[in-house]
Nanobody, 127 residues
């Protein structure tokens, strides 16, 4: 059974930085996509960034140039470095993962393409 455990959320002022981590367990190898989604109060969940096992990435337009997703395959961990944070980045951030090719053959930021989810970590950007 796949389990994802997020950490690193918190409160920060606009312009600040945070680094989220997501530790995965239960996969039999490293061939799985990992992604970050977020949900602001009263809004739906949106894809933020995703990465495959080869290091290819996808980003939402709203975070390009400010957020960086990476992963350490040896540690089964993905990271989301968030810089130049804005109040509109506030929300619950969820880690997601899916075996490469099981649902879709390419990396996406589409929620239904991911079958495993973490519990989420809160990010608040406010002055």
């Amino acid at each position: 059974q796949v389990q994802l455990l997020e950490s690193g959320g918190g409160s920060v002022q606009p312009g600040g930085s945070l680094r989220l981590s997501c530790a995965a367990s239960g996969f039999t190898n490293n061939r799985y996509y990992m992604a970050w989604f977020r949900q602001a109060p009263g809004k739906g969940r949106e894809g933020v960034a995703a990465i495959d096992s080869d290091g290819d990435t996808r980003y939402a337009d709203s975070v390009k140039g400010r957020f960086t997703i990476s992963r350490d395959n040896a540690q089964n961990t993905a990271y989301l470095q968030m810089d130049s944070l804005k109040p509109e980045d506030t929300g619950m951030y969820y880690c997601a993962a899916e075996t490469e090719g099981r649902v879709v053959p390419i990396l996406t930021l589409i929620e239904p393409d991911f079958g495993s989810w973490g519990q989420g970590t809160q990010v608040t950007v406010s002055s």
